[in-house]
């Protein structure tokens, strides 16, 4: 073989050798990207239900098997001032719903409000509650938490909200990401990781949103989790 032929031949091994390499480091990316917890093409990010971790949102994305449709049961929301904030566009997107928020409120807060939602008969048999009350830290947030999980019937079904801002918040937003291992009926909206990932959403207090886009990412937020929420059986 001549020297030019030799050439020719090691050339075109390399090109197809570099080929080769291309389209495995391709795959490699893709796949990478599928299974990252940041991999925004799932739309489902920090949303846990039973038996899944709030960092891997793409498992808490699966729709079950359809018996299940938040849609047809009542929303009762208690929350502060964040979910007073977002009150509007909380509203556009969750029709069926009653928003009970004010600033300053704290978990234990919560729990009157809903025994007094219970006491009264206002809260229905089928509702789904949120509770967006991690803000506020007390040295019982845990515990009252604990309380609320306690009070939620057979039939109903409980979204928990992480808090964002503050060192002090971490225990309770840890407490509550063990919830949904506990209890089927229990979903948590990861607040505190969502907007982790958007920073520039939030004001100069590092806890409240700066303006409507903030306002959007929370309602999103509540609907993702709603769309993987189940019942007490």
Not at 57 to 77: L, M, Q, R, T
């Amino acid at each position: 073989m001549s020297r030019k032929k030799t050439k020719a031949v090691e050339a075109t091994r390399i090109l197809l050798i570099a080929a080769i390499f291309v389209a495995v480091l391709g795959v490699s990316i893709v796949v990478q990207l599928s299974l990252s917890p940041n991999f925004q093409g799932f739309g489902r990010d920090n949303v846990s239900g039973p038996g899944e971790n709030t960092q891997q949102g793409e498992d808490a994305a699966e729709e079950g098997d359809g018996s299940f449709n938040w849609k047809k049961h009542p929303v009762f929301i208690i929350g502060d001032s964040l979910t007073y904030g977002a009150r509007h566009e909380i509203a556009k997107v969750v029709e069926n719903s009653t928003i009970d928020s004010k600033e300053g409120r704290n978990m234990a807060t919560g729990v009157q409000i809903l025994k007094d939602w219970i006491d009264s008969g206002l809260l229905a048999e089928d509702a789904i509650v949120i509770i967006c009350l991690a803000n506020n830290i007390t040295d019982s947030t845990s515990k009252d938490a604990q309380t609320i999980v306690d009070m939620i019937e057979p039939g109903q079904s409980l979204i928990m909200m992480t808090g964002h801002g503050l060192a002090s918040m971490e225990p309770a937003n840890e407490f509550i990401r063990t919830l949904p291992n506990l209890y089927a009926f229990v979903t948590v909206a990861d607040w505190d990781l969502t907007i982790a990932q958007s920073p520039s959403l939030l004001s100069g207090d590092g806890i409240h949103v700066a303006g409507s886009q903030g306002n959007v990412l929370y309602a999103d937020l509540i609907v993702r989790a709603l769309e993987v929420s189940k019942p007490r059986p």
